[in-house]
């Protein structure tokens, strides 16, 4: 279900202004592969919506609450997060003017539609491509150990692997071989003496 802000209420006089703060359910699919705000958590919007030449100047704080994993060890994580909502939506007449005189940029922007704009998309632009890419636990997190994939942190210092060489495993063979002939060599010598 999409969110709705109307502005039927809001004078288009330049500088009129007037509050909206309410707390949402947060839409599906809300953020990012390893850090999202959970689906239905609520999302508290802080707005004030001010009337410009262009439209509406939109401006505020979103608070919501992120769930995720780090991307370096896989622990979950949980944070409070807030974002700062600046954003103009624009009147459709002027936006079309602005496309007229082939300003690009306001062709992506959103517009006013029967008195209202879409809150969940302005909320997704402003919050989703702020979001960590790879969010970490901490930020010296050590992560897992390559081998056994278990955390570091989990680990002792002095916890290590013996490494062998595949590449090495033909070498190894004949050397046993060779060790093998050799012992051979000298028992024989030793039952001849």
């Not at 780090?70 to 007449?93: F, S, W």
């Not at 901490?138 to 916890?159: A, I, N, T, V």
């Not at 090495?168 to 060599?185: K, V």
Request: hydrophobic share 35%; with cysteine; aromatic share 6%.
């Amino acid at each position: 279900m999409a969110v709705t802000v109307s502005v039927a209420s809001l004078p288009r006089q330049e500088g009129s202004s007037q509050p909206w703060v309410n707390d949402i359910p947060a839409p599906p699919e809300f953020g990012l592969e390893l850090l999202k705000v959970p689906e239905g958590s609520p999302m508290h919007i802080d707005l004030l919506l001010q009337s410009v030449s262009e439209g509406v100047l939109v401006q505020g704080t979103a608070d919501v609450h992120l769930v995720g994993q780090c991307a370096r060890c896989l622990r979950d994580i949980e944070d409070a997060y807030r974002e700062q909502i600046t954003e103009l939506v624009y009147y459709p007449e002027r936006k079309a003017a602005f496309l007229e005189e082939g300003d690009e940029e306001v062709e992506e922007s959103q517009e006013i539609v029967d008195d209202s704009f879409d809150l969940e998309a302005m909320l997704r632009d402003s919050i989703v491509p702020n979001l960590p890419f790879r969010p970490l636990c901490r930020p010296d997190c050590p992560g897992l150990c390559p081998e056994c994939g278990e955390r570091w942190d989990d680990l002792p210092e002095d916890h290590h692997h013996d490494h062998f060489d595949s590449r090495f495993d033909g070498l190894a063979a004949l050397q046993a071989q060779m060790e093998a002939d050799q012992m051979g060599a000298d028992e024989s010598e030793q039952d001849q003496a």
